[in-house]
């Protein structure tokens, strides 16, 4: 049975970058990889919004800073450019390499059931992603709020995709409750 474009399955397509801020006024791109070699971003073939409705042809024309610099087909000027801000872009999974021992995608971490290393059940990843600290894990805990843990060796030894779990053993003193926040006008 054929998908449409709104109703494909998450696990099919990865996000492989985020377009930022135009360069110039010919309509160059910004350009945050999400790849391991950042300019391989370009050699996925065309690449798609999160709904499959709009594709995307980049051209890496070069680099600035952390940022790639790229060309988008049809970007012709900086008001087309500009209104790409922000924009993610995907690719489907088997246009990707294939994963090694103890490498993921993190859309793969989303929805995992985390637990700790004694097997009791702490709460569901949420989130996976790296700001430039290094990569984290974003756990929800049922009815508590949420727990950001390195994504690290030590601290979530185990990622188990086809069981649905991590296990999470995280520094001393993350899991437990911070002091509370002043209140306002309270002194202290």
Known sequence: MATSSSQRPKDEFICV???GSPRGLKGDLRVKSFTANAKDIASYGKLT???GERSFELKVTGKHKELLVVRIKGVEDRTAAEALTGQE???E???LPATQEDEFYFSDLVGLDAQLPDGTPFGQVILADDFGGGPFLEVKAAGQSSVLVPFTKAAVPTVDIKAGK???DPPEGLLEPGDPEPQE???G
Do not use: K
């Open 17 to 19: 970058g985020l377009i």
């Open 49 to 51: 919004d999160q709904s």
């Open 89 to 91: 872009l995907y690719a």
């Open 93 to 95: 999974r088997d246009q």
């Open 166 to 168: 991590v296990v999470i």
């Open 185 to 187: 006008g309270s002194q």
